[in-house]
């Protein structure tokens, strides 16, 4: 994303531009989820600050460790990538967007060590009648995981062929019950200034990182919430321990290592509206046929190849999602 034109200390050249130019109750959510009576998921209610029965020590034992034996996942036949070369791994581990610790790609995965993700917890809250406070490793074990094979555009016109693990956000979601005023779903990334060095170099930036999509756009089931990558855990510089992939919309959308979700009535501002909404509204659908004020997007470079081709309206997804546009 490097390429905001706002205060002259935000540019960065152009040259990185490729060229052309729920809990209905704990126990329906668990049955939601395949493990009714398993009794293993340790969460906090919010608003009543309690804890949820269950047998917290042995959802202790079954989650350390446990989420890595989840790897590798079967891959959803429905997104097998039939006909996609995968992106070398070692190509998507090196080639980050990650503003929190540098805005150069090939840096961010040597700037990471210092980044703990784990424990970690995230907030599921808002406009729901079950928000949620749990440790990532607990919630991510409740959900049978799956792979599924993406593109993942950049709206610098890079992408990528990529082979998430994870599960669909709207099954998250579902667990929490969003009320009818949810209108809208706001992500939030973690803000650890001492942990990521890119943070305090960006002071201008309105951390932290922040993206949103409209409540049916969450609820598609195209949306992963992402935990690995390559059939391993995801890396840091990834957006470990947890990321969303919205495969249909340019990369900025899919936030990475998130620490709330929240539900809200209004749309919420993002950091990339932000700081420029002519250049990275809020919907930001993959379209070939809408350029970016500063360069086309009827055509993408595939990072690892260098081959370019044509870009797809809705990055090839427009079966499942054109819809919700009123389109197709
Ligand atoms: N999430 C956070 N928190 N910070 C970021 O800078 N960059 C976005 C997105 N999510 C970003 C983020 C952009 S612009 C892209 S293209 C993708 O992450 C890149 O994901 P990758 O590095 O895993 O390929």
């Known amino acids: 994303m490097s390429n905001i034109i706002v205060p002259p200390r935000w540019r960065i050249p152009e040259s990185q531009v490729t060229s052309e130019s729920a809990f209905r109750n704990r126990r329906a959510f668990l049955h939601e989820i395949g493990l009714a009576g398993a009794g293993l998921l340790a969460v906090t209610q919010m608003g009543c600050g309690k804890e949820v029965d269950g047998p917290k020590p042995a959802a202790t034992a079954v989650a350390a460790g446990s989420t890595t034996g989840k790897y590798p996942a079967p891959r959803n036949p429905a ?6 070369v995968l992106t070398e791994a070692s190509v998507t581990a090196e080639y980050n967007n990650f503003y929190e610790f540098s805005t150069s790609k090939d840096r961010v995965h040597k700037l990471v060590d210092k980044f703990t993700v784990e424990p970690w917890t995230i907030r599921i809250d808002g406009l729901c009648e079950k928000p ?30 990529v082979p998430w693990t994870g599960f669909p956000l709207a099954k998250l979601l579902a667990a929490v019950q969003p009320k009818s005023e949810a209108k809208f779903v706001r992500f939030t990334t973690a803000n650890r200034p001492d942990q990521m060095p890119g943070i305090a170099r960006l002071r201008e930036y309105p951390w932290p990182y922040t993206e949103g999509l409209r409540i049916d756009e969450a609820l598609n089931d195209l949306v992963l919430v992402a935990t690995g990558i390559y059939g391993k855990p995801l890396p840091k510089q990834n957006g470990a321990p947890l ?7 340019y990369g900025y959308k899919s936030i990475k290592s998130v620490v709330r979700i929240e539900l809200v009535s209004k749309q919420p501002s993002t950091l990339w509206e932000t700081l420029a909404p002519d250049e990275y509204p809020f ?6 046929k809408v350029p970016h004020p500063r360069w086309s997007q009827a055509s993408e470079r595939l990072v690892d190849s260098g081959d370019r081709v044509a870009t797809l309206p809705y990055n090839g997804y427009g079966e499942f999602v054109a819809r919700l546009y009123g389109k197709g």
């Open 132 to 161: 949620m406070t749990v440790d990532v490793r607990e919630l991510v074990d409740q959900f049978t995981l799956e792979e599924r094979v993406y593109r993942f555009r950049c709206v610098e016109a890079w992408a990528m062929i």
């Open 283 to 288: 919907e930001s659908n993959v379209d070939p």
């Open 79 to 84: 997104f097998s990538g039939k006909g996609l």
């Open 243 to 249: 990321r969303l992939v919205v495969p249909w919309k």
